[in-house]
T-cell receptor, first 114, second 112 residues
Framework: SAVISQKPSRDICQRGTSLTIQCQVD?????MFWYRQQPGQSLTLIAT?????????ESGFVIDKFPISRPNLTFSTLTVSNMSPEDSSIYLC???????????FGPGTRLTVT | DAKTTQPTSMDCAEGRAANLPCNHS???????VYWYRQIHSQGPQYIIH???NNETNEMASLIITEDRKSSTLILPHATLRDTAVYYC?????????????FGKGTKLSVKP
């Protein structure tokens, strides 16, 4: 398994601003992912963070709104840009030790946009 | 990836076995059955996965029917800390991406 930390754990932001969420893993991992969980809903994959190249986004998510970086095998960031109240969600980082196998999730970042 | 169907909610008495069913009638031969759970305000936690044989680990047992169209997650002695939403997910291994597709899951309430 892997130990995953996220910063910040929660934040309250104003409309129109941006927030960058950090995900740190205690060991090198092959796969890193970012998910969103809207209030009362299940998790939805935003993108796969690729080390050294552009992230792969799922349908409905775009790089301009959710830019992602992954400079190495233990760290990734997700930025939520030009926020609106609809972006209020929990954002979760997950990692996979091998492609397609079990994933381990961070504790999440609870974002409220006012 | 195949779709899964789970009951919306279930109750279980503390100390008793919790049996959580999952239907995945369109599962293909190379797809695995995964179970995760999400305790309130935490990230999802991996529980167990299997292909065709029954599996057991320190957390739970996974029983997969012979035709693989359904499965049951068993928590042998449920505690209050097992109260969570349980997700059954069917997916292939390998490939360039490993994303999990979460359904609505089963909300398990363990009661004293």
């Amino acid at each position: 398994s892997a130990v995953i930390s996220q910063k910040p754990s929660r934040d309250i932001c104003q409309r129109g601003t941006s927030l960058t969420i950090q995900c740190q893993v205690d060991s090198q991992v092959t796969m890193m992912f970012w998910y969103r969980q809207q209030p009362g809903q299940s998790l939805t994959l935003i993108a796969t963070a690729n080390q050294g190249s552009e992230a792969t986004y799922e349908s409905g998510f775009v790089i301009d709104k959710f830019p992602i970086s992954r400079p190495n095998l233990t760290f990734s960031t997700l930025t939520v840009s030009n926020m609106s109240p609809e972006d209020s969600s929990i954002y979760l980082c997950s990692v996979g030790l091998q492609a397609g196998y079990e994933q381990y999730f961070g504790p999440g970042t609870r974002l409220t946009v006012t | 990836d195949a779709k899964t169907t789970q009951p919306t909610s279930m109750d279980c008495a503390e100390g008793r076995a919790a049996n959580l069913p999952c239907n995945h009638s369109t599962i293909s031969g190379n797809e695995y059955v995964y179970w995760y759970r999400q305790i309130h305000s935490q990230g999802p936690q991996y529980i167990i996965h299997g292909l065709k044989n029954n599996e057991t680990n320190e957390m739970a047992s996974l029983i997969i029917t012979e035709d693989r169209k359904s499965s049951t997650l068993i928590l042998p002695h449920a505690t209050l800390r097992d109260t969570a939403v349980y997700y059954c997910i069917v997916r292939r291994h390998g490939g360039s991406q490993g994303n999990l597709i979460f359904g609505k899951g089963t909300k398990l309430s363990v009661k004293p």
